[in-house]
């Protein structure tokens, strides 16, 4: 459970850290795992359901920027999805009733992994409330070198969705630095040692840069929500699969409304499934790419 300093600076930042809430042995695990995936990556010649490549991928040196819906793939990643010590974190948060909704594996190698710019979670996926977080699973340690997750203290507070479309007026998912919507020298670093976790609030402000040092940097990252934020965008796999995504209590008919700013993602981006293929419409760039 949360300490009541960790919650005030959760509701202040908009992110914190938890540390040794995965133990050796599990960072153990996702490592060898992760290591398998990447290395059956020489087989894959383009982003497909499990992967998202590097635009320098090969068969000789296979390189993946993301292993996509990875709780799917594998039960050393799907079993954390109601891993006690997570579970315990967002119900001191929201309280007992917890729902998932999906999850992605983001891989930045040593020396080359790729940046993602400036954005909020909100704005691919707004909801009827903001109780809404992604869980980043440290599988290595995240030092300022390798490109931890950066966060804008507060932004989580602003009472507007930042505008994530492309010139176009498509949906691109990324804010444009040109803007100077927020102030990008207040980002803190989310830092820690392997099997620590992040918590970022779904309206927090946040991004990437490429991991330049010689040390990998993959995060695990879940998203959550409490039971009663429902997508306004629906679900359409229908009320049956939404409610096997709960991991703790009980779910309910009552969807809770706030008064909480939002944009829908629409127009669609064109290259829909890939944030980093997406970024690509983004006409400003804030985060220099790394040298391949």
């Not at 040692?193 to 927090?204: M, N, P």
């Not at 330049?212 to 695990?220: A, E, P, V």
Request: aromatic share 8%; hydrophobic share 40%; charged share 25%.
């Amino acid at each position: 459970m949360l300490t009541e300093a960790q919650k005030a600076e959760y509701d202040r930042i908009g992110a914190i850290v938890v540390p040794d809430v995965l133990s050796a042995a599990e960072v153990a695990e996702l490592r060898a795992v992760t290591d398998g995936f990447v290395d059956r990556a020489r087989q894959v010649t383009t982003h497909d359901a499990v992967y998202d490549l590097e635009d320098s991928h090969s068969p000789a040196q296979p390189r993946v920027r993301r292993i996509k819906a990875p709780h799917l793939h594998h039960d050393a990643y799907g079993k954390l999805v109601r891993h006690p010590g997570i579970v315990a974190v967002l119900q001191s948060l929201w309280g007992p009733d917890i729902r998932f909704d999906t999850a992605k594996l983001n891989l930045k190698s040593a020396g080359f992994g790729a940046a993602v710019e400036w954005h909020q979670d909100w704005a691919f996926y707004p909801h009827t409330n903001d109780d809404l977080a992604a869980v980043g699973v440290m599988m290595d340690d995240m030092e300022l070198e390798n490109g931890p997750l950066l966060i804008i203290p507060g932004s989580h507070r602003e009472p507007m969705v930042y505008d994530h479309h492309g010139e176009d007026g498509r949906f691109c998912g990324a804010m444009d630095p040109g803007k100077r919507e927020v102030d990008y020298t207040q980002a803190v670093p989310l830092t820690g040692k392997a099997g620590s976790i992040t918590v970022h609030h779904v309206r927090a402000v946040h991004g990437s840069a490429p991991n330049t040092s010689n040390r990998d940097r993959r995060l695990l990252l879940f998203q959550f929500r409490a039971a009663d934020a429902w997508p306004l965008l629906g679900f359409p796999e229908g009320i049956e699969a939404f409610d096997r995504l709960m991991v703790a209590g009980t779910p309910g008919l009552s969807p809770r409304l706030a008064d909480v700013p939002v944009r829908l993602p629409l127009p669609p981006a064109e290259k829909q499934g890939s944030i980093y293929e997406n970024q690509k419409g983004l006409k400003n760039r804030f985060f220099a790419a790394a040298a391949e």
